[in-house]
């Protein structure tokens, strides 16, 4: 007799906002996006300086929930998805909790690729998806286990997910991803011919 368990799991936390109010929020989201984008010269100039495809606010603009509503809407909305994501991971906060630590605006122009990272200092990492265009790309998820795999041959080309070393999420508008900041992940060479818009996060624990 044998069994087979399966431990350690890597969870992702997936929902799709639905409805008028999501549609609108959504809406209101790529607006205030390309309008930041369009007037954040020290977002801009940072973006050039360090080889940055398209635009991000990550280096420029702290205080997104503050300065624009529709962000401090999304932060709200966001807060609840995070809670229902640390319950099912069963984290002890010890009586303290998860805080949005930092909020930024990611537009990936066509041709545009965000290489492979981590968020360190941060618990959950997350993104809530605004323009997803035809041919835009997925989110590349790698195995945390990977460096460790020295000889492992390569899975076949139809391996259940669970054994594949990695995955790709494909997004829609409205579209919220969370997963915990340690995963390395990736967004893959934007194959569309307009421009991916997403707003991203990280909560700490404090």
């Not at 360090?50 to 509503?69: F, H, I, M």
């Not at 992940?185 to 991203?200: F, G, M, Q, T």
């Amino acid at each position: 007799m044998s069994s087979i368990d399966t431990l350690f799991a890597t969870k992702i936390y997936r929902a799709e906002t639905e409805g008028a109010k999501a549609e609108r929020l959504t809406q209101d989201l790529e607006a205030a996006c390309l309008s930041i984008a369009e007037d954040d010269e020290a977002g801009q100039r940072w973006c050039e300086k360090n080889g940055y495809p398209g635009y991000t606010s990550y280096a420029s603009l702290n205080d997104l929930p503050w300065r624009v509503g529709t962000f401090g809407e999304l932060q709200k909305l966001v807060d609840k998805h995070v809670a229902a994501f640390v319950k099912e991971l069963e984290f002890d906060l010890k009586g303290r909790a998860l805080e949005m630590d930092s909020l930024w605006i990611n537009i990936l122009p066509p041709g545009g690729i965000h290489t492979s990272h981590i968020h360190p200092h941060s618990v959950i990492s997350g993104t809530y998806y605004v323009t997803i265009p035809e041919g835009a790309s997925a989110l590349k998820i790698e195995d945390p286990r990977l460096g460790f795999m020295m000889a492992a041959p390569p899975r076949k080309a139809k391996a259940k997910p669970e054994n594949r070393q990695f995955a790709y999420l494909k997004p829609k508008p409205g579209t919220i991803l969370l997963w915990e900041s340690w995963l390395r992940h990736e967004v893959p060479l934007n194959e569309a011919e307009s421009e991916r818009i997403s707003v991203s996060f990280n909560y700490a624990w404090r």
